[in-house]
C-alpha cells in the first residue's frame, strides 16, 4: 500500500489529503498519492478500540498473536495462505511485501490452502511474520514508489527483499530461480524450491 504520514514535514508534500493537528503543537501530513486510503474521526479511546476490534485481528508482536490464534482461524480454510495472512480481520498490518517475505522465511508455498498448514508451519509462519516485520521497521519500510517514514527518510528495506520483486533472480537461500505468480489478486513471489507447490488433491 502506497502512503504515508509525516511529522511535521519542512516543505508540505504534494498529495496530502489530510492535515492532522496536534495538541503540542505540531503537525502530521497524510499523504495519499492513489487515493487507497481512508480517515476516520473517532470520539475517545472507547469508540477507537470498538472500531479497531470489528475490522482487525490480532497484531503480530502482541501476546494475543500466538500459533493456538492462527490455528483456530485457519481451522477448515480453503483459501491460499497468502490470502490468509493478508486478510486484516484475522491479522492486522501485515502488507503484500511483508506476506511474500514471511511466506518465504517459513518455507511455506503461497498456494497451500490455509487449513492444511501444520501446527510446527504456522509456528515458523507466525515467527516470520513477526521477523519480516522488525526486519522492515528496521530499514524504515520499503520505498518502491513512494512510501517514506514519517520523518520524511525513505525506507531500505527493498535492498534486503528475499523474495519480493526478485522474479528471475537467484534464491539467496538456495539459488533457484524466484518466480512470480498471482495469488488473491496480488503480485507474488516465490522460490518453489525452499517452498514446495502445495500437490493437488484427486478426486
Known amino acids: 500500500?502506497?502512503?504515508?504520514?509525516?511529522?511535521d514535514p519542512v516543505v508540505a508534500p504534494v498529495h496530502v489529503r489530510a492535515w492532522i493537528d496536534l495538541d503540542d503543537g505540531h503537525r502530521v501530513a497524510y499523504v495519499d498519492p492513489r487515493r487507497f486510503g481512508t480517515a476516520h474521526l473517532l470520539h475517545?479511546?472507547?469508540?477507537?478500540?470498538?472500531y479497531l476490534d470489528q475490522r482487525l485481528g490480532a497484531e503480530p508482536m502482541t501476546p494475543e498473536f500466538t500459533v493456538d490464534y492462527l490455528r483456530t482461524l485457519a481451522r477448515g480454510v480453503r483459501a491460499p495462505i497468502k490470502a490468509f495472512v493478508l486478510d486484516q480481520?484475522?491479522?492486522?498490518?501485515?502488507?503484500?511485501?511483508y506476506a511474500d517475505e514471511a511466506l518465504h522465511r517459513a518455507r511455506i508455498h503461497p498456494l497451500r490452502p490455509a487449513g492444511r498448514i501444520s501446527t510446527a508451519q504456522l509456528a515458523a509462519l507466525r515467527d516470520a511474520i513477526e521477523d519480516?516485520?522488525?526486519?522492515?521497521?528496521?530499514a524504515k519500510g520499503a520505498t518502491i514508489d513512494d512510501f517514506r517514514h514519517v520523518d520524511?527518510?525513505?525506507g531500505s528495506f527493498q535492498d534486503r527483499f528475499l523474495?519480493?520483486?526478485?522474479?528471475?533472480?537467484?534464491c539467496p537461500t538456495c539459488a533457484t530461480v524466484v518466480?512470480?505468480?498471482?495469488v488473491a489478486g496480488?503480485?507474488?513471489?516465490?522460490?518453489?524450491?525452499c517452498q514446495p507447490r502445495p500437490r493437488r488433491r484427486r478426486l
Open 1 to 7: 500500500m502506497t502512503g504515508a504520514l509525516l511529522y
Open 44 to 50: 475517545g479511546t472507547p469508540s477507537r478500540d470498538a
Open 89 to 97: 480481520r484475522r491479522i492486522a498490518g501485515v502488507g503484500n511485501i
Open 132 to 138: 519480516a516485520l522488525r526486519a522492515g521497521i528496521e
Open 152 to 154: 520524511g527518510a525513505a
Open 163 to 170: 523474495v519480493h520483486r526478485r522474479e528471475g533472480e537467484p
Open 179 to 182: 518466480k512470480k505468480l498471482v
Open 186 to 193: 496480488r503480485g507474488t513471489y516465490v522460490c518453489e524450491h
